[in-house]
């Protein structure tokens, strides 16, 4: 099993940039898709973006289209996630999760984070 430790959040102003971190432990890191996601006060965790296994496709939401960017270091065991033009509906606690497969669906990856809390102030 592979243990994920989320990094990086914070409190910034809208149109900021933020870089968040996922390190993993444990089991061989590349042999999992990666993914973040991300759940607000009162909603559903949500798909934000995620990256295979050797780093070469990458699938966003539509709501990070275009402004935030995964990618992953498999010689560090770590995946990103760079927001950029950040707005105060990207407000979330963002978590990290893997699998042998990509899903969209939070339920389908066993294996969390604890998260990283995200505020954006407009």
């Known amino acids: 099993q592979v243990q994920l430790v989320e990094s990086g959040g914070g409190l910034v102003q809208a149109g900021g940039s933020l870089r968040l971190s996922c390190a993993a432990s444990?089991?061989?890191?590349?042999?999992?898709?990666m993914a973040w996601f991300r759940q607000a006060p009162g909603k559903e965790r949500e798909f934000v973006a995620a990256?295979?296994?050797?780093?070469?496709?990458?699938y966003y939401a539509d709501s990070a289209k275009g402004r935030f960017t995964i990618s992953r270091d498999n010689r560090k065991n770590t995946v990103y996630l760079q927001m950029n033009s950040l707005k105060p509906e990207d407000t979330a606690v963002y978590y990290c999760t893997g699998g042998p497969y990509i899903e969209y669906d939070s339920r389908n990856y066993a294996n969390w984070g604890r998260g990283t809390q995200v505020a954006v102030s407009s």
């Open positions: 990256i295979n296994r050797n780093g070469g496709n990458t």
């Open positions: 444990g089991r061989t890191f590349s042999n999992y898709a």
